[in-house]
C-alpha cells in the first residue's frame, strides 16, 4: 500500500464546537485518513487563552495564542473561534497562503461572505460552511450539489433551536414568552443575551446563505426582512392552536412573482403559523429542519440537531475530508454558482395569507362591519371565529375575533389593518402574524 501523506491542519477556537473537532481529528484519525486519502494532521490550535478549561482533555502543546503563524503552515484551516474580527483577517490570510478554509461562522458570512467568496475563486481553494446553517444537517451540500440538476422554488427553514424551543414550550405547556425563554436558558438551549436569537437575526444570516445556494444569486442581510419572536403572545399560541396551526419562526427563500409583474426572490424570517398537518410543525424542541421544494425533485425535508459541540463538529468534519480529498485528487476548487442575478424582492412583494387577532366589542353587526371592511379592500376571509369574554369587575363583554384570510399582498393587508384600527367597535389588534403551508 502506498504511504498516504500528511495534510497539516490548522485550527482557530477551541470552544464547543472546536474542542470536539480536536477530540475527533485525534481519536479518529485512521478513519479519516481513509476517507481523506490523506493524514490529516493536527498542528496547532490557537485560542485566547491556553490554559482555559476546556470540555475534552487535548495535548497541550498543540494550544498556541500565535494565530497568525499557525496559518501560514496550513494545508487545511478550521475557523471556529467565531465573530468578525480576527476570523476574517485569519481566514483572508489561511486563502492567500492556498490553504482551503472550513468554517461555521454564519455571522461572517452573513456580512461579508461574498469578500471572502470571491478570494477562495481567485484562489482556486475550497471554502466550504456546512456547519453554518443548521449544525449537523448536511443541507448546503444538498442544495449546492444533489440539487444541482433542478430547480428550488422555495425553502423553508427552521434554523434557530432556540426560537424553536421557545415557541414549543409556549405552544406545549401554555407558557409566555419570558418563561419559556427563562427557562431556554436554564437548560443552555439560550445565551445569557439571546438577541440575535429571539429578535432573528441569527435566522436571517442562515437565510442569506440558504437564498444564495439555492437561487444562485449572492444576497446579503439588507435583502432579509427580519422580524423575531418577541411579540408572539401565549394567546396567539393559544388560538393558533385552537384553529389548528403552530408557528414556528421560520427562514424563508421563495421564488415569486409580485403583483406589478416583475420576478424575484423573497428571503424573510418572521413567525408564521403552519397546519399542525405540516411535516415543519412536527420539529419540537431545540431540533433544525429544512423543507425543500425544486420542481423535479418536489417536496424534501432535512431535520436534524441544529447546534451542539460534537453535532456541528459533525458538519465541520464532512467539509474537512472533502477538502482533503479535492487536494489529494487535484483539480480546481469547487465554487457555488452565482449566475441566476434573481433580484430579492421587498416584504410588500409577498403574497401570503394572514392571521389576525381582534380584540372587539360585543355588540350586533361588528361581525358583518369587520367582513364589508374586508372585502372592500380585496382581502378574503377564509376563517372567523369569535369567543366571547364577561369582565368580572366591570361585567362588560367583549369578543376575541380570530380571522385567517386567503392569499393577499403584504399591502393589501396593510390597508385593511389600518381601516379596521379605525372602527369605533375595535378595541384592539392583539396580532397580525403571516401563514404558510395551507
Ligand atoms: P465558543 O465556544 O465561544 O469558542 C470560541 C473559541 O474561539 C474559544 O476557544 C476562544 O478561545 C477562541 N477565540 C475567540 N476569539 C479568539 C481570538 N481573538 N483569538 C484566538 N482565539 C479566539 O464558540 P463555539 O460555540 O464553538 O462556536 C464557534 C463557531 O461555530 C461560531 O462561529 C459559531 O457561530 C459556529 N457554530 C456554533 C454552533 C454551536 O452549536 N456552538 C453551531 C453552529 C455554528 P478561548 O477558549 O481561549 O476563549
Known sequence: MTELRTLKVALLGCGNVGAQVARILIDDAEALAARAGARLELTGIAVRTIDAPRDVELPRELFTTDADTLVKDAD??????????????????????????????????????????????????QLSYEAAVAGAIPILRPIRDSLSGDRITRVLGIVNGTTNFILDQMDTTGAQFED????????????????????????????????????????????????????????DIAAAKDAGFVIKLLAIAEKLTAADGSEGVSV????????????????????????????????????????????TASAVLGDLVSAARRIVLGGPAQTETTNGQVPALPIDAVNTSYYIGLDVADQPGVLAKIAQLFAEHGVSIEIMRQTIHRDADSNVESAELRIVTHRATEAALAATVRAVKGLDVINSVTSVLRVEGV
Open 180 to 235: 419559556a425563554l427563562a427557562e431556554a436558558q436554564r437548560l443552555g438551549y439560550a445565551e445569557a443575551d439571546p438577541t440575535a436569537d429571539v429578535g432573528g437575526l441569527d435566522a436571517a444570516a442562515k437565510a442569506t446563505i440558504l437564498a444564495s445556494l439555492s437561487f444562485h444569486t449572492r444576497f446579503d442581510l439588507e435583502n432579509v426582512h427580519c422580524e423575531g419572536i418577541t411579540g408572539v403572545s401565549a394567546a
Open 76 to 125: 487545511l484551516v478550521i475557523e471556529l473561534m467565531g465573530g468578525i474580527e480576527p476570523a476574517r483577517t485569519l481566514i483572508l490570510a489561511a486563502i492567500q497562503n492556498g490553504a482551503s478554509v472550513v468554517t461555521g461562522n454564519k455571522a461572517l458570512l452573513a456580512q461579508d461572505g461574498p469578500t471572502l467568496y470571491a478570494a477562495a475563486d481567485k484562489a482556486g481553494v
Open 268 to 311: 424573510r424570517v418572521h413567525p408564521t403559523l403552519l397546519p399542525r398537518e405540516h411535516p415543519l410543525a412536527a420539529v419540537h424542541g431545540a431540533f433544525n429542519a429544512v423543507f425543500i421544494e425544486a420542481e423535479n425533485a418536489g417536496e424534501l425535508m432535512f431535520y436534524g440537531q441544529g447546534a451542539g459541540g460534537t453535532p
